[in-house]
């Protein structure tokens, strides 16, 4: 089974998602060739996307390294990155039959009208592993893994279907999609709470300006290029010494500003080849539901959130937040990680959280400097366990370059381990162990009833 799904996971997206759009595109009515058009684009729009995260990783990392050598910002977690706790999760036990077991579970609750979600995004099923890996580990047992691997994932798609019409109505082309991944939704409460309360101080909740209103009110200073250029330039200012070694180093830095503007303007572009895959496919379903079960039945095609981390409000923001997060991380008292190779997937904090900000630049960077400041703890709460979980998995895969943590270090990575989700699992079984099992069990069964009851009241209201 691991040889079996290390193999279709090894593929990638970009290969996979042709295969899976043109079998979906052409079981629901589309022609051969239209349907791996639409999955083609998907693939391509994937490729890009690693080109670009490459692009911006291969930038930072060397002037990044550098800040961290001349300021000695180095601290006892080591930020090992997705890869590693992608690693980690595939390659014990529960990863490798996370994809089976997650589906069967998908499949029951859509026969029960507990969801309306249909989990195609496997490449971020890691995520499910990831937790279920790291309490396998902890606790020496199999069943508890898949147990915390199976509650994560059901509240993540209860929380994809509660979301998905406020997500399909913020980004323009993603009618019938919705976004069941709980790094995403584990940041969405965050973002409603937080501003609900904006809108009670006095100053905040008068300014309302999303991308577009800084474009109009900053020019040039506005545009997410420029500002990628600008944020370039002062990291590549920041690696240098001294006066005398920035003007050495001008062409270089010079560089890093050209490629971090790359990058954010590249963004958009490549994203909005997934918007025209995704389009005859969701059109289709959409028709199809509607002819067999009627117009009051809907039915949501999950996917990965990075359909849209090219919107203008995430890049700026996403932006803004590389720098002060190094520095919250210096900074917080306690905290232990400092972020490097965590930071490209900063764009994916936002997904969830522009829909419920309605895209204002201010609330958004907000509700980012507090979910990156508690999840800078997270990480180093996890830390222990997550550093026990990679020595298990490197000692069984030697070659497995991805998991070798530094001597000296703990191992941690922002992309899943600072997720509220994952933290509220990992807290009630390390701590509550038997009593936290339960608190998750009748939480999870109230969730499940509660979007059952919703997903019916909603369908009475459209007959």
Known sequence: MEQVF???IGLGAAVMMPIIFTILGVCIGIKFSKALKSGLYVGVGFVGLSIITALLVDTMSPALSKVVEIYGLELQVFDMGW?????????????????????????????LGCTRTVNIDLWNYWHFAFIGAVIYFMTDSVVWGFFAAIICYIITLVLADVTAKKFQKFYPGMDGISIPQPFCQGFMPFAVGINKVLDYVPGINKVNIDSEGMKKKFGLFGEPLFLGV??????????????????????????????????MELIPRITSLFIEGLKPIAEATKELIAK?????????IGMSPALVIGHP????????????????????????????????????VFVMVLPYTNGNVLRSFIVGLVVIAIGLYFV???????????????????????????????AGALDFASSPLSTLIYACMKYINYIGAGILTVLTILLVVW?????????????
């Open 451 to 463: 979007n059952r009851m919703r997903i019916n009241s909603a369908g009475k209201k459209n007959k």
């Open 83 to 111: 890869p590693a706790a992608a690693s980690v999760a595939y390659n014990t036990l529960v990863g490798s039959f996370i994809i089976p077991v997650c589906l069967g579970v998908n499949l029951v609750l859509l026969l």
């Open 313 to 348: 409000t995430t890049l700026v923001v996403s932006l803004l937040l590389i720098p002060v997060t190094l520095v919250l991380a210096v900074v917080l008292p306690g905290n232990q990680f400092l972020p490097l190779a965590s930071l490209a997937g900063m764009f994916y």
């Open 230 to 263: 600008l944020i370039g330039i002062i990291i590549g200012c920041l690696a240098c010494r001294n006066w005398q070694e920035i003007v050495d180093n001008i062409p270089t830095t010079l560089q890093i500003g050209i490629k971090m503007g790359a990058v």
């Open 380 to 410: 180093t709460w996890m830390a222990g366990d997550f550093t026990s979980a990679a020595h298990h998995v490197a000692a069984i895969h030697p070659d497995d370059k991805t998991v070798q943590v530094p001597a000296g270090f703990s």
């Open 6 to 8: 290390s193999y279709i």
């Open 292 to 300: 067999k079960f009627g117009a009051d039945k809907e039915l949501y």
